[in-house]
């Protein structure tokens, strides 16, 4: 069968070519907006690509989020014959998903259209019941369910018992037990990365040091409890060796020598690290790569390691400059841990990115205030500053009326703002992420401590992409 998975078209561009129109940057009207834009495909979705394949089906790949248009996504429906369209969705972009399956089922009203992620794995029901053009929806982990749901329609078979699933059969709803979840994560093939090879893909400046990248999946699920967290708590890791392989694998097929590693239990189990630094240096594979790491989990045996098999960069969630507050979070870290990881980290001369969050139950302005100095004066590399989101399934969305009101009209994501603490005003909470950036990477000190580092054209690329898009933020936080 010939299947179709994509994100769906969306106005991620126009916010680019608005700020390039408005301030009249001359220079840029020469630049595609996707060269500007930060963009990552669907790892979600390259993840069923492989399974799909190997039972001899055809799988393409369709960027909407980025790249293409609903006029593409049509012609390319009738060019490829497809049979069966699978989309991924996150609750910020359902509004579209609906819309993009209402146009598709009126135009190919044969064809079978599922989605599945993050919003759909949270509505169930609900959203089936709102998208009335769709004929499925996966919920939870989503690659043996959507192939089974493949090999059913093949052999013309009704889609009811598919665990993980909710589907439509003669016209009624039926809901299936829940799948579960994959327990050997070594056993799953590598993301289909040929569906995307060759697209100008570009990540955020702050997560490569250098084109092609990609991203590495080593676990899924966190143990931890953080009160903004909807990451499933069941905590599953990939091996070592097994995350290497992939590592070298796209080292080798798509030349590809810098790599994010993702990974929520590289600070849950210590030797994970240790295992992924001896196995890249046993191999004597030339990358660089960056991950993420807890602030009490760090020591500097372990960061002279990480940095002499090709670390570059850590994110390290810090999230605020005031104590009481990373407790409210049940960061379970203090404020002397942090300052700690970070010195020990520069002294690996290993970069630092730190994320914080604005917005939480009980902060204040002042505080917001604090949180934006303390950034600064932790003398990170990089610093995200966002506001603090109720995700369903969270803590925080389960208790949102008791510690502050949601903004139903701003757009659900880590961009806007849809969640007020009572302790703060609309417009405090907007001028807090305004002043951040401003005030971290406008600083004269930080600007020269950057330029300093640049020495490829490369690196200059990559500093030019990252300041216009933290311009491009400010500019957007104004309006």
């Known amino acids: 069968?010939?299947?179709?998975?994509?994100?769906?078209?969306?106005?991620?561009?126009?916010?680019?070519?608005?700020?390039?129109?408005?301030?009249?940057?001359?220079?840029?009207?020469?630049?595609?907006?996707?060269?500007?834009?930060?963009?990552?495909?669907?790892?979600?979705?390259?993840?069923?690509?492989?399974?799909?394949?190997q039972k001899g089906h055809?799988?393409?790949?369709?960027?909407?989020?980025?790249?293409?248009?609903?006029?593409?996504?049509?012609?390319?429906?009738?060019?490829?014959?497809?049979?069966?369209v699978g989309i991924t969705s996150l609750i910020c972009n359902w509004q579209n998903v609906k819309t993009t399956a209402k146009i598709l089922k009126q135009l190919f009203p044969d064809i079978k259209i599922f989605a599945g992620g993050r919003f759909p794995s949270y509505a169930k029901e609900e959203g089936l019941k709102e998208a009335s053009e769709l004929d499925g929806i996966i919920y939870g982990e989503?690659?043996?369910t959507f192939l089974e749901i493949v090999s059913k329609i093949e052999r013309k078979e009704q889609l009811t018992g598919i665990k993980g699933s909710i589907v439509r059969e003669n016209g009624r709803i039926v809901?299936?037990?829940?799948?579960p979840l994959i327990a050997n994560l070594d056993g799953i093939p590598f993301p289909d990365r040929d569906l995307v090879c060759g697209k100008d893909y570009i990540p955020p400046s702050a997560t490569y040091?250098?084109?092609?990248?990609?991203?590495?999946?080593?676990?899924?699920?966190?143990?931890?409890?953080?009160?903004?967290?909807?990451?499933?708590?069941?905590?599953?890791?990939?091996?070592?060796?097994?995350?290497?392989?992939?590592?070298?694998?796209?080292?080798?097929?798509?030349?590809?020598?810098?790599?994010?590693?993702?990974?929520?239990?590289?600070?849950?189990?210590?030797?994970?690290i240790n295992g992924i630094c001896e196995e890249i240096l046993r191999r004597k594979l030339n990358i660089v790569w960056s991950t993420e790491l807890r602030v009490d989990a760090v020591s500097l045996d372990k960061l002279r390691l990480m940095k002499k098999a090709g670390c570059w960069k850590i994110l390290y969630g810090i999230e605020s400059g005031v104590q009481k507050n990373l407790d409210f979070l049940n960061k379970k870290i203090s404020i002397d841990e942090i300052i700690r990881a970070v010195n020990l980290t520069k002294q690996a001369e290993i970069e630092?990115?730190?994320?914080?969050?604005?917005?939480?139950?009980?902060?204040?302005?002042?505080?917001?205030?604090?949180?934006i100095k303390f950034a600064c004066e932790l003398d990170l590399d990089y610093a995200s500053f966002s506001n603090l989101t109720p995700f369903p399934n969270t803590m925080l969305a389960k208790r949102v009326s008791d510690w502050g009101n949601t903004v139903v009209e701003a757009p659900f994501d880590l961009s806007g703002i849809t969640f007020v603490p009572y302790s703060m005003k609309y417009k405090q909470l907007k001028n807090l992420i305004k002043i951040s950036t401003i005030s971290f990477y406008f600083r004269y000190k930080?600007?020269?401590?950057?330029?300093?580092?640049?020495?490829?054209?490369?690196?200059?690329?990559?500093?030019?992409?990252?300041?216009?898009?933290?311009?491009?933020?400010?500019?957007?936080?104004?309006?």
């Not at 940057?25 to 907006?33: A, D, E, G, V, Y």
């Not at 809901?175 to 799948?179: D, E, L, T, V």
């Not at 903004?228 to 694998?249: A, F, G, H």
């Not at 640049?454 to 933290?470: A, K, P, Q």
């Open 352 to 371: 630092t990115l730190g994320s914080f969050i604005f917005g939480i139950p009980g902060e204040t302005y002042e505080e917001g205030l604090k949180t």
């Open 142 to 144: 989503g690659e043996c």
């Open 58 to 84: 055809k799988v393409f790949y369709f960027e909407g989020h980025y790249f293409k248009t609903l006029q593409e996504l049509v012609l390319i429906i009738q060019k490829k014959s497809i049979h069966i």
């Open 209 to 272: 040091k250098k084109l092609p990248h990609t991203y590495i999946y080593c676990s899924r699920g966190c143990s931890y409890t953080c009160i903004y967290c909807d990451t499933e708590k069941l905590l599953r890791v990939r091996s070592p060796s097994n995350i290497v392989d992939e590592i070298e694998y796209c080292a080798n097929k798509y030349s590809i020598k810098d790599f994010t590693l993702l990974d929520n239990a590289i600070s849950v189990y210590r030797e994970r």
């Open 175 to 179: 809901s299936n037990p829940p799948r």
């Open 1 to 53: 069968m010939n299947i179709l998975l994509l994100t769906v078209p969306s106005d991620n561009r126009q916010e680019t070519e608005r700020f390039i129109k408005q301030k009249r940057i001359r220079i840029l009207k020469f630049i595609s907006p996707e060269k500007i834009y930060e963009n990552l495909p669907s790892f979600s979705l390259l993840y069923l690509a492989p399974l799909l394949k």
């Open 446 to 479: 930080y600007i020269l401590k950057k330029v300093k580092k640049i020495n490829t054209i490369h690196e200059l690329l990559r500093l030019f992409r990252g300041l216009l898009r933290v311009a491009i933020r400010v500019f957007s936080s104004l309006n």
